[in-house]
């Protein structure tokens, strides 16, 4: 007898995951073929519609890639009573509420209706705390009724503001709409890192999740808002598609870096400029040139994301997931995708950069012209930053003037 889930897209039926003898097989639904046209990538560019049946490895990497990784993923495996390696099970415990927009439920089950931020529980003060304490056996907050899904092995909880701008436990399929990061246990200053550092994308022009640093019970948390959520006035929950490069590739989790294998940027500007033009080569070009002056040595192919519109346009995500690695003593120089070959951070420079979006087809002028502009409003940027993050570390701020000695320009 086989097993079977369902991937919702809204409240269309597309696709079937099908277990049987151990192996998976993944066909999309006659209603998604008679919807769209063959060849859309309704849920991923690896995964176009089809009428024919993709395989267990195929099917196994994009449901891994919406799962938790490392310690999340065995312990929310054992919160079930499942093999960590039981990708199906743990896609059918946890998949009602994924990054983007799919619903993955048990055949049977009732549609999913579109969630409203007050069909979430809310939450003490208190109870918010507890949630944060348990996230090592119980990550995302997963628990009775909370059926939450997000890749990444880094601690953090799921939540859903709610409309009185208290927060709430995302249950029965319900949407979370926030993400809340405690500090990391072995690097300090790790909420003021990633908050000043995601500021300072935006101060520097760059479309980036939105980020504040709150405080809950004595310590700082930062909360990010999820761009694949927009909330109405209703208080309606909608979920945005996307999916990160990885997926798009096809490649599990355990292929996000380029020396296992993992995405280059090459490999993702050839693909952006294809399906949205040079625009988009530039923002991918500010990004590099961002992630390079921090110090982010882990801006991995699961930590860059392509939107799906409705429209069927298909375009960058914002940024997210940018902190300094570099700022650590001890963290490794190497970057998980390499700039023009050069794989360590404090070895990059202007004319390296250059070089890398000249192969992706972005003329030299123009991506001397993106990163002199980066460059150029650095100062004013970084003053924004520090006015909007004033914890910020004093050694952030020395690694960024170092790199930005080292890139020249």
Request: net charge negative.
């Amino acid at each position: 007898m086989a097993d079977r889930l369902v991937i919702w897209l809204e409240d269309t039926p597309i696709a079937v995951v099908t277990r049987k003898a151990g192996r998976m097989r993944f066909a999309y639904t006659s209603a998604a073929l008679e919807a769209f046209a063959p060849g859309t990538p309704l849920l991923s560019l690896n995964l176009p519609l089809s009428g024919t049946d993709v395989s267990n490895a195929q099917t196994k990497a994009f449901l891994d890639g919406l799962l938790p990784e490392g310690e999340s993923r065995r312990a929310a495996a054992e919160r079930f009573d499942l093999q960590a390696s039981d990708t199906f099970g743990l896609a059918r415990e946890l998949g009602r509420d994924c990054a983007g927009a799919l619903v993955i439920q048990p055949e049977g089950e009732a549609p999913p209706q579109r969630p409203m931020v007050q069909s979430a529980r809310a939450l003490s003060e208190d109870e918010t705390l507890s949630l944060i304490a348990n996230l090592r056996s119980a990550p995302l907050g997963i628990g009775p009724g909370v059926r939450i899904s997000l890749a990444g092995v880094q601690e953090k909880l799921l939540l859903t503001k709610m409309k009185d701008g208290g927060w709430g436990q995302p249950i029965g399929g319900s949407a979370s709409t926030h993400i809340i990061k405690p500090p990391h246990p072995s690097y300090p200053n790790t909420v003021e890192n990633e908050a000043f550092c995601m500021r300072l994308a935006h101060h520097l022009g760059l479309p980036a999740a939105e980020v504040e640093i709150v405080q809950i019970g004595e310590g700082n948390l930062l909360v990010v808002e999820r761009y694949d959520r927009a909330v109405h006035q209703d208080g309606s929950v909608e979920r945005l598609h996307q999916e990160d490069f990885c997926q798009a590739f096809g490649l599990p989790p355990d292929k996000k870096y380029e020396e296992d294998g993992g995405p280059s940027l090459k490999r993702m500007g050839k693909t952006l400029v294809q399906l949205a033009g040079v625009p988009s080569l530039e923002l991918l070009l500010k990004a590099v040139t961002l992630n390079v002056l921090v110090g982010n040595g882990d801006a991995h192919g699961k930590n860059f994301a392509l939107l799906h519109a409705d429209s069927g346009r298909i375009n960058s995500a914002p940024l997210y997931d940018i902190m300094s690695t570099s700022m650590y003593r001890g963290t490794d120089p190497k970057m998980a995708m390499y700039v023009d070959t050069v794989q360590r951070l404090d070895r990059v420079t202007f004319p390296r950069v250059v070089n890398e979006a000249a192969s992706w087809g972005l003329s030299r002028s123009r991506a001397e012209a993106a990163i002199d502009e980066v460059l150029a409003r650095l100062p004013e940027a970084l003053e924004r930053a520090r006015n909007d993050v004033p914890e910020v570390p004093e050694v952030l701020l020395g690694k960024i003037h170092a790199q930005r000695r080292t890139i020249g320009g």
